[in-house]
């Protein structure tokens, strides 16, 4: 996202005031030209095109109009901020309702991001295989292994690598007779890019979970699978939202799986949960 892209991009000091104020005022800027911002900040136009061309756009109006649209999928019918959803003046009981509406928020943003095609391509994949390999940032191998649990209690191996550690290795050993998910929000490490492509040459297909921006991963991926995207990289507090977000994804795919051999699936779990239950 162009959010996140400038966070990452180094300005200048007059740079910066350029971008701390078109921040601080967000859609207020839509009426306003170059030679007003120029103003409010001290600067010059010529900057402001420079700004705007440093962050990948051909000028200014280009790059406005990229960054009025994000900010209306950022905060269109948002109730709680994603990066900072409680403020110090905030009791218990209000916390308790921010984060719910964050999160009843977030699965309806992640509902509307969602294909119809590209999850009927994804459940393909996951559906040809018996082994899938999940690589994932260690923050949320939590949720990975809930996934990893509920497939196989349905006769799915699934494998988590952990996307810090040696997870290319693990790549270098994959198949056509695998699948591989994975989850990033930013998508543009190089560890990414590097599992991304040895999995291509190992013909595995790739479902991508990641940010709404076009990224490395995304551009790999067979197919992706869109995040809710409005949490920033850095300047947050949680990753309330992300989490809340891949989570329920990961919960879409297995139903999904779950539901294509219903009987037979609710069957194995009941014989199951049975035989550990007279365990006890």
């Known amino acids: 996202m162009l959010i996140h892209k400038i966070e990452n991009t180094h300005f200048s000091s007059s740079e910066?005031?350029?971008?701390?104020?078109?921040?601080?005022?967000?859609?207020?800027?839509?009426?306003?030209?170059?030679?007003?911002?120029?103003?409010e900040t001290y600067t010059s136009a010529s900057l402001l095109i420079r700004v705007a061309k440093k962050l990948g756009f051909n000028g200014w109006n280009e790059f406005k109009e990229a960054y009025l649209e994000e900010l209306q999928y950022l905060y269109a019918n948002n109730q709680v901020d994603a990066c900072i959803p409680f403020v110090?003046?905030?009791?218990?009981?209000?916390?308790?309702?921010?984060?719910?509406?964050?999160?009843?928020?977030?699965?309806?943003?992640?509902?509307?991001?969602?294909?119809?095609?590209?999850?009927?391509?994804?459940?393909?994949?996951?559906?040809?295989?018996?082994?899938i390999d999940i690589y994932v940032s260690?923050?949320?191998?939590?949720?990975?292994?809930?996934?990893?649990?509920?497939?196989?209690?349905?006769?799915?191996?699934?494998n988590?690598?952990?996307?810090?550690?040696?997870?290319?290795?693990?790549?270098?050993?994959?198949?056509?007779?695998?699948c591989a998910i994975i989850i990033s929000y930013a998508g543009k490490r190089k560890t990414i890019t590097n599992i991304c492509q040895k999995l291509k040459e190992k013909s595995t297909p790739i479902i991508a979970m990641t940010s709404i921006a076009e990224n490395d991963l995304s551009i790999l991926a067979d197919v992706t699978l869109l995040i809710s995207s409005r949490e920033l990289i850095h300047a947050k507090i949680g990753n309330f939202a992300t989490?809340?977000?891949?989570?329920?994804?990961?919960?879409?795919?297995?139903?999904?799986?779950?539901?294509?051999?219903?009987?037979d699936n609710l069957d194995y779990r009941m014989?199951?949960?049975?035989?550990?239950?007279?365990?006890?």
């Not at 078109?22 to 911002?37: A, F, Q, R, S, W």
């Not at 989490?243 to 009987?263: C, E, G, H, R």
């Not at 014989?271 to 006890?280: D, P, R, S, T, W």
Request: glycine share 2%.
């Open 243 to 263: 989490t809340q977000s891949i989570k329920y994804l990961l919960d879409v795919l297995y139903a999904n799986i779950f539901a294509m051999n219903y009987t």
């Open 88 to 131: 110090v003046s905030d009791d218990m009981m209000k916390i308790v309702r921010n984060i719910y509406s964050l999160e009843k928020e977030t699965i309806e943003d992640t509902v509307s991001l969602l294909k119809h095609d590209d999850l009927s391509l994804a459940l393909k994949y996951i559906r040809n295989t018996n082994d």
């Open 138 to 158: 260690h923050q949320y191998y939590p949720i990975a292994l809930i996934f990893k649990e509920n497939m196989k209690l349905i006769n799915h191996h699934v």
């Open 160 to 178: 988590i690598y952990d996307l810090s550690s040696d997870s290319y290795i693990h790549a270098t050993m994959s198949s056509d007779k695998k």
């Open 271 to 280: 014989n199951i949960g049975k035989e550990v239950e007279e365990m006890y």
């Open 16 to 39: 910066n005031a350029i971008i701390d104020y078109i921040l601080k005022n967000g859609d207020k800027i839509k009426n306003m030209t170059t030679t007003e911002i120029a103003a």
